[in-house]
């Protein structure tokens, strides 16, 4: 049996809730159009990554074949590659996101960086609208966006945020340019015969120390068709994908180390002139000094687009036939294909020792500045 009280607890329990139930409803309102297009959940994803792997051997067999033995990538001290953070987003109209150097303006922003020094205000004028103060990159409606950098520029401490005063601007910047290392480690490069009885190395001992700036990955949403190549940087007399993917890495080699050898087995040749034991060491690949340092934080620069390819000019030995047939036109035999396109390279090169033979001693020095690579295009088809 119920008691008296505890059916009007009850009671008003259940008046509670329906009067709570009432005035949930009675906030409830349809939505029309316009209030639905200010209203925008969180945008993206963000992924730390730390990661170490090694390959024991990578080969390319087509007759004979191209191998890569004992390949590694990790942290510079030996442990993980870390602290790198990727953001993905998928561009709305007129959206600013993050991309390229626009960390860089964020942190100046909130006063970590010098807005003076050369670079940040290169920056600053290039990512941020000065009307809205927005910091990124408007993109097209629909491209999607993959911006690596990294998860601490050197900002953060057990203890929280660390602000430090402007006399340490330029700590600051180091340790954000410092902020990401990574090291790439190959045993060897070779050939092989068909049977797999001889080898020919090609390097071998190859080392990489190196810091990355940024890396952007992006997929443009143009459409599925093809149109034909008519811009610089485009391979000539070709159709190319609209949508693209576009490729634009910023970093720094510290330490660049490699033998280059030639060990081939089974020669007529004599092995002193098989082996000439190209050893270079301290290579560096930056871009800190020159003409055309201005916004690139002495990081050296790769650029590329890669897009399906089509009406590529087959191989000639495919042409005699076609030819037989009268004329055609190159959309009836032309071959499909990838090409890597509007290839952009920027950097200084430092070669501090240039070393042949096991004689240690180096033949000299060279330093290459303002390197350039502009336009290029490589279109890759099968034969």
Known sequence: MISMKAQAKKTALC??????SGIVVAELQPL????????????????????????????????????????????????FADN???????????????????????????????????????????YKDQSTGEIGEVLGDGDLLIHVSAT??????????????TADYADNLEMMKNSIDFKITQGELGLRSSDGSQETVLTRNLSIEA?????????????????????EGEPDGIRLGDSHIAIDVKF???????????????????????????????????????????????????????AAATDIIPAYSELGAIAGGGPADIKDYGVDGVSIYDINVRWDWDLPHIQFGDTETSIGEVY?????????????SAH
Do not use: C
Request: cysteine-free.
């Open 152 to 165: 601490d520029f050197g900002y953060f401490s057990p203890d929280g945020l660390t602000k430090n005063t």
């Open 368 to 380: 290459f500045t303002d390197f350039v690579i502009h336009g290029t295009n490589l279109t890759i």
């Open 252 to 306: 720094r080699v510290e330490d660049l180390d490699v033998d280059s050898t030639n060990n081939a087995t089974n020669t007529f040749i004599d092995r002193n002139v098989t082996n000439p034991y190209l050893t270079l060491r301290d290579m560096r690949i930056h871009n800190e000094r020159g003409a055309d340092t201005l916004g690139s934080f002495g990081f050296a620069s790769v650029e590329q687009k890669i």
């Open 84 to 126: 790198l953070r990727a953001k993905i987003d998928i561009s709305g109209p007129n959206e600013r996101i993050q991309k390229g150097f626009s960390d860089y303006v964020v942190w100046s922003e909130l006063g970590f960086l010098d807005p003076n020094e050369a670079d940040v205000a290169w920056a600053t004028a290039k």
């Open 211 to 231: 810091y990355l700036g940024y890396l952007d990955i992006m997929i443009t949403n143009d459409g599925n068709g093809f149109s034909q190549t008519d811009e």
């Open 15 to 20: 008046v509670a809730i329906a009067s709570a």
């Open 32 to 79: 029309d159009e316009v209030a639905l297009n200010n209203i925008r959940g969180q945008a993206g994803l963000t992924i730390d990554i730390e990661t170490k792997h090694t390959i024991g051997e990578f080969e390319y067999v087509d007759a004979g074949s191209l191998f890569i033995r004992d390949m590694s990538f990790g942290g510079i001290d030996g442990g």
